[in-house]
């Protein structure tokens, strides 16, 4: 936790045994986040580790919109839209950010016949799933029907998108007092052999198939900083900039993106505005690659939060209601990278 932050954890279980407490190392049995707010409140700020189902849903919703703790990160509305790849796509759409040509299909629909308007190859994915799961990639129209299904058993919602050939970048966008800051970019080495990041390119998992970090056996590298011309950078900064105004993205949001090998064009693929501000995290990794100062960067970007935070609550302050110093509760939860 950066100097200068005063920090409050309260600590998620499945069993529902919640801890709180001001330390990590200084834990006790506690009741429910309302409780704790009560009796520790008020917050200036939540800062979210639950990058769960729950994490990432409900419990955000809880946080800001029943509580009325202002989140670091982008809103619960605008998560459940990342979240969902059919809703990226309209709210990308209806702003002209550059998307793959493609189409949400929901349940019941006839997925073949809307793949009949798609140029193969094309890609079949589930609406709501991370990290790749449930996703093919489709050049010969038999096998539709069995990337249909397979994306279908993790959701009865699915996209499909023609498949952009070119290389593959992340970029991120940091709200920052002085303007918006888009640090360096991270480049994911698909290929030919590899032309997509699968499950297996992007997590190890332990025996019982539960991710524990990174991938470190596949073929595809990642690169940070990415190597883009100032042509290209500057592309994608604006690619990503649009997107995260469209979003309706707060503090910071992260976006992957293909380089059309037919046009040069920046295409987004997917929103992802997740930051835990741990060292590991991809936005951590791609600041720290740009110069930065992680302690100093994230001291600066919680107090901007907690600073609009403040304001909303308190839009007209005055000499006898000074800010309330900077303080932070800290959902825990499964841990994401």
């Known amino acids: 936790m950066p100097e200068g932050i005063e920090a409050f954890w309260f600590v998620f279980s499945p069993d529902g045994q919640h801890q709180a407490g001001r330390s990590l190392d200084a834990l006790a049995r506690a009741g429910s986040l309302q409780q704790a707010v009560d009796q520790y409140g008020p917050f200036d700020l939540a800062v979210s580790h639950m990058f769960c189902t729950p994490g990432l849903g409900e419990i955000r919703a809880e946080i800001e919109n029943d509580l009325g703790v202002r989140l670091f990160g982008s809103p619960p509305a605008v998560i459940d839209c990342a979240q969902s790849k059919a809703a990226t796509r309209a709210v990308m759409e209806r702003a002209g950010v550059n998307i793959a040509k493609?189409?949400?299909?929901?349940?019941?629909?006839?997925?073949?016949?809307?793949?009949?308007?798609?140029?193969?190859?094309?890609?079949?994915?589930?609406?709501?799933?991370?990290?790749?799961?449930?996703?093919?990639?489709?050049?010969?129209?038999?096998?539709?029907?069995?990337?249909?299904?397979?994306?279908?058993?993790?959701?009865?919602?699915?996209?499909?998108?023609?498949?952009?050939?070119?290389?593959?970048?992340?970029?991120?966008?940091?709200?920052?007092?002085?303007?918006?800051?888009?640090?360096?970019m991270i480049e994911y080495t698909v290929s030919d052999e590899a032309p997509i990041r699968r499950f297996d390119d992007k997590?190890?998992?332990?025996?019982?198939?539960?991710?524990?970090?990174?991938?470190?056996?596949?073929?595809?590298?990642?690169?940070?900083?990415?190597?883009?011309?100032?042509?290209?950078?500057?592309?994608?900064?604006?690619?990503?900039?649009?997107?995260?105004?469209?979003?309706?993205?707060?503090?910071?949001?992260?976006?992957?993106?293909?380089?059309?090998?037919?046009?040069?064009?920046?295409?987004?693929?997917?929103?992802?505005?997740?930051?835990?501000?741990?060292?590991?995290?991809?936005?951590?990794?791609?600041?720290?690659?740009?110069?930065?100062?992680?302690?100093?960067l994230a001291l600066d970007v919680l107090n901007r939060a907690a600073r609009a935070a403040n304001k909303a609550a308190n839009p007209k302050p005055d000499s006898r209601s000074p800010m309330r110093p900077v303080s932070i509760s800290a959902p825990l939860g499964a841990a994401a990278i």
């Not at 890609?123 to 069995?146: A, C, Q, R, Y």
């Open 203 to 296: 997590l190890d998992t332990d025996a019982d198939g539960r991710p524990i970090g990174k991938s470190t056996g596949s073929a595809i590298r990642t690169i940070c900083p990415a190597d883009v011309d100032p042509s290209l950078c500057q592309r994608i900064e604006e690619a990503a900039i649009a997107a995260h105004e469209a979003l309706g993205a707060r503090d910071f949001s992260l976006f992957d993106f293909r380089i059309d090998a037919r046009t040069g064009e920046p295409v987004l693929l997917e929103a992802c505005p997740y930051w835990s501000l741990s060292p590991k995290s991809i936005i951590s990794e791609m600041a720290t690659a740009d110069g930065e100062d992680l302690e100093a």
């Open 102 to 184: 493609g189409a949400s299909i929901a349940p019941g629909q006839d997925a073949l016949a809307v793949a009949d308007n798609i140029d193969l190859p094309l890609i079949v994915k589930p609406d709501s799933t991370d990290n790749s799961v449930g996703v093919s990639l489709v050049h010969e129209k038999d096998d539709l029907e069995g990337a249909i299904a397979e994306a279908r058993r993790h959701c009865d919602t699915i996209v499909m998108e023609a498949f952009i050939p070119g290389r593959e970048i992340r970029a991120a966008v940091i709200e920052r007092d002085n303007g918006l800051y888009c640090p360096a």
